[in-house]
Nanobody, 114 residues
Framework: QVQLVESGGGLVQPGGSLRLSCAASGSAFSIHQMGWYRQASGKQRELVATIASGGSTNYGDSVKGRFTISRDNAKNTVYLQMNSLKPDDTAVYYC????????WGQGTQVTVSS
């Protein structure tokens, strides 16, 4: 079993930045992929970014060039640096990791508003 603890969400003005973190812990495991997804009110959950164990990354079209995903394998932690935030980025952001199974975090609210 894997537990995920997310942090870093909050309220930010348009054009601002936030950094999300997600730390994985639990029984001995090997993480293949880590990623972030988001769900805005009334909308489906969508891909934000993923990063494989080797470091290759994939981004949703709406965040390319503004968000950067990274990971610290020694700490089993994934980060999401979000720059140039827009009101449309407002959502609950979820961490997801893939070991032999998928595990989801509890979500952290990001609100972009003036």
């Amino acid at each position: 079993q894997v537990q995920l603890v997310e942090s870093g969400g909050g309220l930010v003005q348009p054009g601002g930045s936030l950094r999300l973190s997600c730390a994985a812990s639990g029984s001995a495991f090997s993480i293949h992929q880590m990623g972030w997804y988001r769900q805005a009110s009334g909308k489906q959950r969508e891909l934000v970014a993923t990063i494989a164990s080797g470091g290759s990354t994939n981004y949703g079209d709406s965040v390319k060039g503004r968000f950067t995903i990274s990971r610290d394998n020694a700490k089993n932690t994934v980060y999401l640096q979000m720059n140039s935030l827009k009101p449309d980025d407002t959502a609950v952001y979820y961490c997801r990791v893939l070991t032999g199974n998928f595990y989801w975090g509890q979500g952290t609210q990001v609100t972009v508003s003036s």
